[in-house]
């Protein structure tokens, strides 16, 4: 049952949105704004709902409960108006392998209603912005990872949206394209788009965002500027350490270390939250020491959103 | 006009898609035609101007036959061995005469000669004598089974004259006695001898004419021959024209679930075109490929094969009822079908076995049991079938009205379930 949304200034608004499949609670009841003209991020690990969260935005999925609102219009009510509003950029690259870059665009261009030289020009613009103009009579199967993932998202620039979703658009790309799609996104907001971009890459969110959502398990645990964020786990500072031995050995006698807020082990790597790295650090070689360890690797960072997500459910951001 | 517009768009991207892969080629013209086109020629000799020969058959015979005073200068075994030797049996058999049994038999043995023909001594008498009955001995080799029953032929309707020979006389007693007549034995002998002359002659101008056993050797004319195998392509076509037509819908079918592994379909879906539109789109292209390939299969088959599919308006209209139902059921079936990993075996398998049982395979045999018929009208092949064979017979549209209308209407029924299955999995 859709409500009408809170009068604002908000591109989109979302409101109790739940989602769920049999038992699976894929999304449970989170609510957010983004504002027109802002880079919004979700951010969180695989699993934590983002996906599912950018498929019912962009009417793809009904949600089980709740609704939203883009431009205005309920993703309920009149999801043929929210689709106009948006364009989608999917994690995985949607694309006819056997079709030209050109063939593709144009025929994207007509599933949002272009038509004639108007579908033309847009055609050539996008080939221009993802820099395939040289190469739009190729097949798409014969193009790289990166070009594929640049023809990904030309195609979501297709109808000029005033919202532009992009799921997790880095995900296996080489660096270089990586950087490339991320001053794109850049450049389409500094154009005026409204740009709800999902990752698991905390650096992205950082860089590119005026708000992040972090979100978990179907929930979404905290909202702010990353600013706002990083003053939730105050002023700790993070140490990332790999030994020569079982972590169990030092685990213990770590975590009672004075100045050692919290401490979590994964993958052979131990991490810390400590309130002074200076401080804290001769205190863990000494212990090592004394219980016959070496510290092989050491890291020390000062606090970001992998530290909050650290910090608010005892779990590295990872993959 | 919006949605049409969209939904031609879908059509055309889809065909355009289909268009560029090599299998599909495959299997909706090169397939069907290349299979219609071996049986065809295996059954025209590769495009030779013969049929099929076998070679002279080497008869050695001996002749004791001894004809007696009473047959006045018949001797059914010269008659016998002139007739073996006749111009005409040259190309069935070549001819070796010996002397005695012994010779017979060993020519055999030593492989000179397929078959050995020994003509008995009394002959001549039981043809026209007192005597009972007489036999003839053949030797063959027991490897050989085509030539030994070529002579055995040749021998019985040889002998088949003489038999008459002896009851022409019977008859002609009969029928006198019955009136009160007697006849003299010489002028008995003398209708035997007579009946045995128009027996040998006639023999022997069957033989110059068209004998059974020749024709084998010589086939109808060229022209007739040709319609016949244009006949059988029809049917080996018709068949593979049906099998195809459901393999080739099944597999454009498909291509929604492709799209989905794509992650196209869900693209499609962000995009503001409804999604009856987005699945009514890649139908028509499923509709419009199969129309085609129904197209291109019977004008290249006529052409190419000299098939005359029937009278223009039943061609259509079985065309038709091809197209709905192959395009309905390659929707419904693949409706079921979660990846096109496990549509290869499932399109394989369900449409060889309808196929089978709607008799796509077995269209040139004549004598096939009562219950396959009846099999195949449960399955929308065996209707497609049957609308096309009506037509090749020249069958005029009214009396197309029952299999069209029962592919149509199973077309419908199957695209309804199908749509309405795709509509639910992909809410």
């Given at each position: 049952?859709?409500?009408?949304?809170t009068?604002?200034?908000?591109?989109?608004?979302?409101?109790?949105?739940?989602?769920h499949y049999?038992d699976?609670?894929?999304?449970?009841g989170?609510?957010?704004?983004v504002?027109?003209?802002?880079?919004?991020?979700?951010?969180?690990?695989n699993?934590?709902?983002k996906t599912?969260?950018i498929?019912i935005?962009?009417?793809?999925l009904?949600?089980s409960d709740?609704d939203a609102?883009?431009?205005g219009?309920?993703?309920?009510d009149?999801?043929?108006a929210?689709k106009?509003a948006i364009?989608?950029?999917?994690?995985?690259?949607?694309?006819?392998?056997?079709l030209?870059?050109?063939e593709?665009l144009?025929?994207?261009g007509k599933?949002?209603g272009?038509?004639?030289?108007?579908?033309?020009?847009?055609?050539?613009?996008?080939l221009e912005?993802?820099?395939?103009?040289?190469?739009?009579?190729g097949?798409v199967?014969?193009?790289?990872?990166?070009m594929?993932?640049?023809?990904n998202i030309?195609?979501g620039?297709?109808?000029?949206?005033?919202?532009?979703?992009?799921?997790e658009?880095?995900?296996g790309?080489?660096p270089q394209?990586?950087?490339n799609?991320?001053d794109?996104?850049?450049?389409?907001n500094?154009q005026?788009?409204t740009?709800?971009?999902?990752?698991?890459?905390?650096?992205e969110a950082?860089?590119?965002s005026d708000?992040?959502?972090?979100?978990?398990?179907?929930?979404?645990?905290?909202?702010g500027?990353?600013?706002?964020?990083?003053?939730?786990?105050?002023?700790?500072?993070?140490?990332?350490?790999?030994?020569n031995?079982t972590?169990?050995?030092?685990?213990?006698?770590w975590e009672?270390?004075?100045?050692?807020?919290?401490i979590?082990?994964?993958?052979?790597?131990?991490?810390?939250?400590?309130?002074?790295s200076?401080a804290v650090?001769?205190?863990l070689f000494?212990?090592?020491?004394?219980?016959?360890v070496r510290?092989?690797?050491?890291?020390?960072q000062?606090?970001?959103?992998e530290?909050?997500?650290?910090h608010l459910?005892?779990r590295?951001?990872?993959? | 006009?919006?949605h049409?517009?969209?939904?031609?768009d879908i059509?055309?991207?889809?065909l355009?898609?289909?268009?560029r892969?090599?299998?599909?080629?495959a299997m909706?013209?090169?397939?069907?035609?290349?299979?219609?086109g071996?049986i065809?020629?295996?059954?025209?000799?590769l495009?030779?101007?013969g049929?099929f020969?076998?070679?002279?058959t080497r008869l050695?015979?001996?002749?004791?036959?001894?004809?007696?005073?009473?047959a006045a200068?018949f001797?059914?075994?010269?008659l016998?061995?002139d007739?073996?030797?006749s111009?005409?049996?040259?190309?069935?058999v070549?001819?070796?005469?010996g002397?005695?049994?012994?010779s017979?038999?060993?020519?055999?043995?030593a492989?000179?000669?397929?078959?050995?023909?020994?003509i008995p001594q009394?002959?001549?008498d039981a043809v026209?004598?007192?005597?009972?009955?007489?036999?003839?001995t053949?030797?063959?080799?027991?490897?050989?089974t085509?030539g030994?029953?070529?002579?055995?032929s040749?021998?019985a309707?040889?002998?088949?004259?003489?038999?008459?020979?002896k009851?022409a006389?019977q008859v002609?007693v009969?029928?006198?006695?019955d009136?009160?007549?007697e006849l003299e034995p010489?002028?008995?002998q003398?209708?035997?001898?007579e009946?045995?002359?128009w027996?040998?002659?006639l023999?022997?101008?069957?033989?110059?004419q068209e004998?059974p056993?020749?024709s084998?050797?010589a086939?109808?004319?060229?022209?007739?021959r040709q319609?016949?195998?244009?006949?059988?392509?029809g049917?080996?076509?018709?068949g593979q024209?049906?099998f195809?037509?459901f393999?080739?819908?099944?597999?454009?079918?498909?291509?929604?679930?492709?799209?989905?592994?794509?992650?196209?379909?869900?693209?499609?879906?962000?995009?503001?075109t409804?999604?009856?539109?987005?699945?009514?789109?890649?139908l028509?292209?499923v509709?419009l490929l199969?129309l085609?390939q129904?197209?291109?299969?019977?004008?290249v088959?006529?052409?190419?094969?000299?098939v005359?599919?029937?009278?223009?308006?039943s061609v259509?209209?079985?065309?038709?009822?091809?197209v709905?139902?192959?395009?309905g059921?390659?929707?419904?079936?693949?409706?079921?079908v979660?990846?096109t990993?496990?549509a290869?075996?499932?399109?394989g398998g369900?449409?060889t076995?309808?196929?089978?049982?709607?008799?796509?395979?077995?269209?040139g045999?004549?004598s096939l049991p009562?219950?396959?018929?009846?099999?195949?009208?449960?399955v929308?092949?065996?209707?497609a079938?049957?609308?096309w064979?009506?037509s090749l017979?020249?069958?005029?549209?009214?009396e197309l009205?029952l299999?069209?209308?029962?592919?149509?209407a199973?077309?419908?029924?199957?695209?309804?379930?199908?749509?309405?299955?795709?509509?639910?999995?992909?809410?």
């Open positions: 049952m859709s409500t009408d949304p009068p604002s200034t908000a591109a989109i608004q979302v409101r109790g949105l739940h989602k049999d699976v609670h894929a999304v449970r989170i609510d957010f704004d504002h027109s003209g802002e880079i919004f991020s979700l951010l969180g690990p699993g934590a709902g599912t969260t498929s935005l962009s009417c793809l009904q949600p709740g609102w883009v431009m219009h309920s993703i309920r009149d999801s043929m929210v106009r364009g989608v950029v999917p994690q995985e690259v949607a694309l006819y392998p056997d030209s870059a050109r593709n144009t025929f994207w599933m949002y272009l038509r004639g030289p108007a579908l033309r020009q847009r055609v050539d613009e996008v912005i993802t820099g395939l103009t040289d190469r739009q009579k097949r199967d014969k193009f790289s990872g990166g594929q993932r640049r023809l030309g195609i620039l297709l109808p000029q949206p005033q919202i532009l979703f992009l799921d658009p880095t995900v790309i080489d394209s990586r950087r799609i991320l794109q996104v850049k450049e389409f500094r005026g788009m740009i709800l971009y999902t990752t698991h890459y905390m650096e950082q860089e590119l708000h992040i959502a972090i979100m978990d398990q179907g929930k979404l645990i905290a909202y500027t990353h600013q706002e964020l990083v003053e939730i786990v105050g002023e700790l500072d993070r140490i990332r350490l790999t030994i031995a972590s169990d050995r030092v685990l213990g006698s009672s270390t004075e100045g050692v807020r919290r979590s082990a994964e993958d052979g790597t131990i991490t810390l939250m400590v309130d002074d200076n650090l001769p205190r000494e212990t090592a020491a004394q219980a016959d510290i092989t690797h050491i890291e020390v000062e606090p970001n959103l530290a909050v997500f650290l459910t005892g590295a951001l990872r993959d | 006009m919006e049409i517009q969209r939904a031609l059509a055309r991207k889809d355009t898609r289909y268009t892969s090599l299998f599909i080629w909706m013209i090169a397939a069907p035609l290349l299979i219609a071996l065809y020629f295996a059954f025209s000799g495009g030779g101007d049929g020969s076998v070679p002279a050695h015979v001996v002749n004791l036959d001894q004809p007696g005073g009473q200068g001797a059914a075994g010269t016998l061995l007739f073996l030797q111009e005409q049996l040259s190309e069935l070549q001819v070796t005469v002397q005695d049994e012994y017979a038999r060993a020519a055999v043995e492989l000179s000669a397929d078959v050995a023909v020994i009394n002959l001549t026209v004598g007192s005597a009972a009955g007489a036999t003839l053949m030797v063959q080799d027991p490897t050989l085509i030994p029953g070529i002579v055995k040749l021998l309707g040889f002998l088949d004259g003489f038999s008459g020979s009851i006389p002609v009969q029928q006198l006695d009136r009160g007549i010489q002028t008995l003398g209708v035997a001898l009946y045995a002359a027996a040998t002659e023999g022997r101008s069957q033989g110059s004998h056993l020749i084998i050797q086939p109808p004319a060229r022209v007739a319609s016949t195998l244009a006949k059988l392509a049917q080996i076509l018709a024209l049906v195809f037509s393999f080739t819908a099944a597999s454009t079918a498909q291509s929604i679930i492709t799209e989905e592994e794509e992650h196209t379909l869900a693209r499609l879906f962000t995009t503001p409804a999604r009856t539109t987005i699945l009514g789109g890649k028509l292209a509709f199969v085609g129904a197209v291109v299969l019977t004008v088959s006529a052409l190419v094969f000299g005359q599919w029937g009278q223009p308006l259509a209209l079985v065309t038709l009822g091809l709905v139902a192959s395009s059921f390659g929707t419904f079936l693949m409706s079921f979660r990846s990993q496990q290869g075996p499932v399109l369900v449409l076995i309808m196929g089978m049982a709607g008799g796509l395979f077995t269209t045999f004549e009562g219950f396959l018929d009846t099999l195949s009208l449960l929308p092949q065996g209707w079938l049957r609308g064979k009506l017979a020249g069958a005029g549209a009214s009205w299999p069209v209308g029962v592919m149509l199973m077309g419908a029924l199957f695209f309804a379930l199908g749509a309405t299955t795709f509509r639910r999995r992909l809410a």
